[in-house]
């Protein structure tokens, strides 16, 4: 069994449009990808037939009650979750960060220490930033490596003390797409007594998430960034979800995890993140037989799941390898990541490079007049690019395929660039 390129890209309507005859060539999906038919259908299906609140007694207020435990059941399989009930639904990361960072700071006292990564997007920054500024606790930075564009975790150990907190971390950096070891990261941060709350957005769509083989205490995550629509999730250990006080008004539930859910929640996001699931599950049941047996710890739908995922992986790693060799040999041009081919599988595929003599916004803008769709600047990986070097001169271009991209398809760019920046 082997990943089928052309019935996957079927599945996906937006990857058949042109624009005056021209393909679009989308590499701007870790700011968002496209979405199976099945997750537009799904969306369209709760809208249609189930359009009602939650708990009524009557027949859409059900079928709602199971597009929401359905969603919930689909994110358990998706993260391997211990259970349905430690799965958080809301608008979107920054927003559930935002919002649970306030109930997580209550726990804390003046002077407790926070970690946080100089790797992170600004989502997994400035809301703790601003908890440290309201609590006065104070912020320890754990720098990556400009060189290796990876942590050495012995700087870790070194931040780590009595006081320690909480430890936030990245999955994969949306800047340079290096694969954080985040189980070590957790494990460290568990011995030192500390919680850890990783963000798990631009490694989800990539790299087969399992919150229990982590060890992490919250994880958060996009639907929107892997193949669903705009729907935010986050899980969180049930003891400490329910050690936690809530910011909720007087009517909503006081139980886990309706009481972190926020007012009226989106039933249809939820319907596209189950699909969206289960277009994983789809893939790993009809084409990933080859990693079926790596994923013999997890059943059903589950098993499906993670061997998509490692599946998918593997085919990404090829693109990859493609693209930075290919930007490597362009004169000019500098990857803000790992290139070092043996290490492709500590990087996700997306590539952010920046070129001596033109700007990102003006190569994106190239690319775009070609229909050729990539992201420029910081990509609110504010600390990463001041890290590197390249906060004030315009960031890099972001190159993101996803494994519906193909080889031709980066030869497409990779030609492009080669004539805009001749
Ligand atoms: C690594 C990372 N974390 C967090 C976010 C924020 O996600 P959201 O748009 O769901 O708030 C993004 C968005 O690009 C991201 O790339």
């Not at 909503?252 to 699931?277: K, L, N, W, Y």
């Not at 600047?377 to 990463?384: K, L, T, V």
Request: aromatic share 8%; net charge negative; hydrophobic share 40%.
């Amino acid at each position: 069994m082997t990943l089928d390129l052309e019935t996957i890209r079927s599945h996906f309507p937006a990857l058949a449009v042109a624009d005056g005859g021209r393909q679009r060539l989308y590499f701007d999906n870790p700011a968002g990808t496209q979405v199976p038919q099945s997750v537009a259908d799904s969306m369209s299906d709760c809208l249609l037939h189930a359009n009602a609140n939650l708990g009524g007694y009557f027949q859409t207020s059900h079928l709602a009650d199971k597009v929401v435990s359905d969603a919930r059941d689909a994110m358990v399989d998706f993260l391997n979750a211990p259970s349905a009930d430690e799965i958080i639904f809301g608008q979107n990361m920054t927003t559930m960060t935002l919002h649970l960072s306030r109930s997580i700071g209550r726990y804390f006292n003046a002077g407790d220490e926070i970690i946080l990564s100089q790797m992170c997007h600004d989502a997994n920054v400035e809301p703790w930033v601003l908890l440290a500024r309201d609590f006065d606790l104070k912020v320890r930075w754990l720098p990556f490596d400009v060189e290796t564009f990876e942590f050495d975790l012995t700087k870790l150990d070194d931040l780590l003390t009595s006081k320690t907190r909480l430890v936030c971390i990245g999955g994969a950096s949306n800047l340079t797409g290096t694969i954080n070891d985040v189980k070590t990261v957790c494990s460290k941060a568990r011995e030192a007594g500390a919680w850890s709350f990783v963000d798990a957005v631009q490694s989800a769509p990539h790299v087969s998430t399992d919150v229990q083989a982590l060890g992490c205490d919250f994880l958060v995550c996009s639907a929107y960034k892997f193949f669903g629509p705009h729907q935010g999730i986050l899980w969180g250990r049930r003891e400490l979800l329910e050690a936690l006080e809530p910011y909720k008004v007087r009517p909503a539930s006081d139980r886990i995890p309706g009481c972190f859910e926020t007012g009226t929640q989106s039933h249809e996001g939820m319907a596209g993140v189950g699909a969206a699931v289960d277009y994983f599950a789809w893939i790993g049941e009809t084409m990933a037989g080859d990693f079926h047996a790596a994923n013999r710890q997890y059943d059903g739908r589950c098993l499906y799941v993670h061997a998509a995922m490692d599946c998918l992986f593997a085919y990404e790693k090829d693109l990859a390898e493609r693209l930075i060799d290919g930007l490597q040999s362009i004169s000019g041009v500098t990857v803000q990541g790992i290139t070092d081919s043996d290490a492709l599988h500590r990087r996700v595929p997306t590539v952010s490079f920046t070129h001596d003599g033109k700007a990102p916004a003006d190569i994106a803008q190239g690319l775009g007049e070609r229909n050729i769709f990539v992201w420029n600047g910081h990509n609110y990986a504010i600390e990463p690019a001041k890290a590197l070097g390249i906060l004030d001169s315009g960031g890099a271009v972001r190159v993101g395929p996803v494994h519906y991209n193909s080889i031709d398809e980066i030869d497409i760019l990779l030609n492009a660039l080669e004539d805009i920046l001749a």
